[in-house]
């Protein structure tokens, strides 16, 4: 069975601060996706990235980047230098690639990231 | 493209009440899903659907009734309301693509009383 534990409940940092997410999963299959989402206090779910379990190369997008570390089943999330905007939920999720899996996102509990000035 | 769309945003019900939350997608989606979302918990998927005709249960699935007609629609029905049921409700779709992703809908919260 698949799941997503994200342990942190709540993260409070000042701006410009660095903030880490951590997401560790759980699946018997060999190939799945990992995706992490941000919720801000608007409350629309907003794609941040996906990535292929066969691809464990790092990713960076701007102030964004993405740790995958297959040898502990982690996918965790950075924030560089926070902003007050980056305050928002966000969840880490996991699916299988088969064909009758897809879709069927496993979410983690979210962890909350307050920003303040 | 309007994208993902949800109707209502807001609703309150009765314990008992019936009532369809719609989901709707220009995008020629095969893929379409219901979650919920509860405090502390995430999103737990309700029901899935691979194709108009074909629906599948999820994590959740009591409670709620589902039906795909067509490729654009995914409605979620709740045929007796109860107060478990108060949450904000997403729906998603995708296309069967390796490269794709999934997209959400703006939600519909829904508060049983």
């Known amino acids: 069975a698949q799941k997503v534990t994200q342990a942190q409940t709540e993260i409070s940092v000042v701006e410009k601060e660095d903030v880490t997410l951590d997401c560790v999963y759980e699946t018997r299959d060999t190939t799945y996706y990992l995706f992490w989402y941000k919720q801000p206090p608007s409350g629309e779910l907003v794609f941040l990235i996906r990535?292929?379990?066969?691809?464990?190369q790092n990713e960076i997008s701007g102030r964004y980047s993405w740790n995958f570390q297959k040898s502990t089943s982690s996918f965790n999330f950075t924030i560089t230098a926070s902003q007050v905007v980056d305050s928002a939920v966000y969840f880490c999720?996991?699916?299988?690639?088969?064909?009758?899996?897809?879709?069927?996102?496993?979410f983690g509990a979210g962890t909350q990231v307050v920003v303040t000035p | 493209n309007a994208g993902v769309t949800q109707t209502p945003k807001f609703q309150v019900l009765k314990t008992g009440q019936s009532m369809t939350l719609q989901c709707a997608q220009d995008m020629n989606h095969e893929y379409m899903s219901w979650y919920r979302q509860d405090p502390g918990m995430g999103l737990r998927l309700i029901h899935y659907s691979v194709g108009a005709g074909i629906t599948d249960q999820g994590e959740v699935p009591n409670g709620y009734n589902v039906s795909r007609s067509t490729t654009e629609d995914f409605p979620l029905r709740l045929l007796s309301a109860a107060p478990s049921q108060t949450s904000v409700y997403f729906c998603?779709?995708?296309?069967?693509?390796?490269?794709?992703?999934?997209?959400f809908g703006p939600g519909t919260r829904l508060t049983v009383l």
């Open positions: 998603a779709s995708s296309y069967s693509s390796d490269t794709d992703t999934q997209y």
């Open positions: 990535r292929n379990s066969f691809d464990e």
């Open positions: 999720a996991l699916s299988e690639a088969a064909t009758d899996s897809w879709g069927k996102l496993q």
